[in-house]
């Protein structure tokens, strides 16, 4: 791991040799126009000394990139290296990330290359991803000339990620090697190809005019995905489906691709799906071809047939997700319900109950309301003759639950709506304000009243998890003295939310950093209410660990419990200093690793932002 943490160094240091070698050339073509009475031997021991040391180096780095498990698949020449070099020298010394083609040639002073072997060199380093032009074209592509010699050139991002120590690929591997029984299939490989785009800017930059060919880099990761596939059980949705319509390698990875897509609400078509399997020209053409042609998404209905205004566009058909899903069609009700309402937002949180870090009566009530939740036993609620405030079906309004968190900001309490959701293995909907709250308060009124229709119909069908945030800019106290019509409106919407929580059926979570803001009979409507505090001592330093991963190269070193005990943040705040501080160490490549002293610097920058000003005595627990 060390060497590759210091790549880009090394590679800097290995141009500047390059650099030293071509000004000691200069000296020796001097030294032999004036100074011939000096030796043969002397002149060679001159010119050849700074090149003995410039393959030094070279040797060095070619070894570290041929063992390097994602550097050695690009098969790279001294003439490549020497172009990365110049890259990471630019970069690290003088900021620069955008060079011409006519910088990029006067690399090599001593290649004797005519015009044309200039262009494919170029256009070699384009087609393997180790460059992208620096700007996406609109139109054309790395076989177009005038692009060639008037575009600008920087190091391709994937490549960058890779040098920089990371592993985008090995990343997204893994995530569908660990996940793929965890969730449908299908959605495991989008959130890994979500996660290689992600780290890999020029994937979402692929547009029908502009051909590059990136099947170098996708195939390694939906071959992964298809040879995970033939794990599954013979009675999983994704194999079922493949099986039934005769979806070989290809076409598995067509559908896999056209499904990330189209969960990403972007448009791909058939160039665009070609240029992304593809590995050069004739792959792509004959895979076009292919699409258009003989094409068995298309010939069984699984994709919807071309819209008005997306003629070329790809998009499943709502019968091919249903059968992708099988079990899971309650997701599917979900989409196609929300994606024509302005009132929800589908999250899908990975939050698990052990990751969760509070005291432990906060902890332990966190716990409570998830077992209740999962075993209310209404029959027995109801046998025993509890009734409820409303004038509804006991029964009915015993199995809503309405909760409030309420606390500090970056507390956790989004958080913990996302373990709740997680653990009840509810999907988890967030409401959108503001698409409730409108210019014209009679409207407001409006759209709280259809927002609790909506609400009570998903509820019959799929019984959701809602989640309010910042739940006080819609439920406040009520204006006592009523001056304007301002005032009367926005009591009527209040009593709103008075009648809609008091009969709700379902699940419903709100959240707030302003407790002391809610009307009092809102208060009451909320069967459990939860203060999440800000975190004590111990729980700081769970979180300063959380954060703070192994991965993070000096990581290891730092004492944590100084900064637990003299900065009272919240989790969320952790999570910012963290980000910041790693953040400063990839911009500044001299620095190998993480200190306390970074740390420190962003933790006091953090705690000065605070507006409560909460810090307490250095030394002393919440």
């Not at 040391?53 to 070279?58: A, E, H, N």
């Not at 384009?126 to 010699?149: K, M, T, V």
């Not at 937002?345 to 939740?373: G, H, K, M, R």
């Not at 910042?470 to 939310?497: K, P, W």
């Amino acid at each position: 791991m060390g060497n590759t943490n210091n790549l880009i160094t090394q590679l800097s240091l290995y141009y500047t040799t390059l650099q030293k070698v071509e000004k000691r050339e200069e000296e020796n073509y001097q030294i032999r126009d004036y100074r011939r009475e000096r030796t043969s031997k002397v002149r060679n021991i001159k010119e050849k000394q700074p090149a003995i040391d410039s393959q030094l180096v070279f040797n060095n780095l070619f070894q570290i990139i041929y063992e390097h498990p994602e550097l050695k698949s690009y098969n790279l020449n001294s003439d490549d290296i020497a172009v990365i070099s110049f890259f990471c020298y630019k970069i690290s010394k003088e900021y620069q990330l955008e060079f011409s083609f006519e910088e990029i040639i006067r690399i090599f002073p001593d290649k004797d290359w005519d015009f044309r072997e200039q262009i494919e060199f170029i256009q070699s380093l384009i087609y393997r991803e180790i460059l992208s032009f620096s700007n996406n074209p609109l139109y054309g592509s790395a076989e177009d000339i005038n692009l060639i010699l008037y575009k600008h050139y920087s190091l391709n991002s994937l490549i960058f990620h890779i040098l920089l120590g990371k592993s985008p690929i090995k990343e997204a591997r893994n995530i569908i090697l660990i996940d793929y029984e965890k969730r449908p299939f299908i959605e495991t490989v989008c959130y890994a190809l979500n996660h290689l785009f992600d780290s890999y800017n020029e994937l979402n930059l692929v547009d029908s005019e502009c051909t590059m060919y990136y099947g170098r880099t996708i195939n390694k990761l939906l071959s992964t995905a298809l040879r995970v596939s033939h794990k599954l059980k013979s009675d999983n949705p994704y194999k079922i489906f493949v099986h039934t319509y005769g979806l070989d390698s290809f076409w598995q990875k067509c559908l896999l691709l056209i499904y990330k897509y189209n969960k990403s609400e972007k448009i791909i078509d058939y160039r665009i799906l070609s240029a992304l399997l593809s590995e050069n020209k004739e792959q792509f053409n004959h895979f076009t071809e292919k699409m258009l042609h003989n094409n068995p998404l298309q010939q069984a209905e699984l994709l919807k047939k071309p819209g008005l205004f997306s003629s070329n566009g790809l998009v499943l058909s709502n019968s091919a997700i249903k059968e992708l899903f099988e079990y899971h069609y309650e997701d599917i009700d979900i989409r196609t319900y929300i994606s024509s309402s302005p009132y929800f937002s589908l999250i899908s949180p990975e939050q698990t109950l052990n990751q969760l870090i509070l005291p432990a009566d906060s902890f332990q009530s966190v716990v409570s309301i998830i077992n209740q939740l999962k075993n209310p036993d209404l029959d027995t609620l109801a046998s025993w003759g509890l009734i409820t405030a409303s004038l509804s079906d006991g029964k009915e309004t015993l199995n809503g639950c309405n909760i409030l968190l309420y606390g500090e900001p970056g507390t956790g309490k989004t958080y913990i709506a996302g373990i709740i959701a997680n653990e009840l293995n509810k999907p988890l909907l967030k409401i959108n304000t503001e698409a409730v709250r409108s210019h014209y308060y009679s409207d407001t009124e409006k759209s709280a009243r259809k927002l609790f229709k909506n609400m009570r119909q998903l509820h019959e069908k799929i019984a959701p998890v809602f989640l309010l945030n910042e739940g006080d800019s819609l439920m406040h106290c009520r204006n006592t003295y009523i001056t304007t019509t301002v005032d009367s409106e926005e009591n009527a919407l209040q009593s709103v939310f008075l009648e809609e929580l008091e009969t709700f059926p379902g699940i419903l979570i709100v959240t707030t950093n302003l407790r002391e803001n809610l009307d009092y009979a809102i208060f009451r409507r909320f069967r459990y209410k939860l203060e999440i505090p800000v975190p004590d001592y111990d729980c700081r330093l769970k979180l300063w660990n959380l954060h703070l991963n192994e991965k993070i190269p000096g990581s290891a070193k730092i004492d944590l419990t100084s900064l637990a005990q003299e900065f009272s943040l919240t989790g969320g705040e952790i999570r910012n200093v963290v980000l910041n501080a790693c953040h400063h160490l990839i911009s500044n490549p001299d620095l190998k690793e993480l200190t306390y002293d970074i740390l420190y610097y962003y933790a006091r920058m953090e705690s000065s932002s605070n507006l409560d000003k909460r810090n307490k005595k250095i030394g002393f627990r919440n």
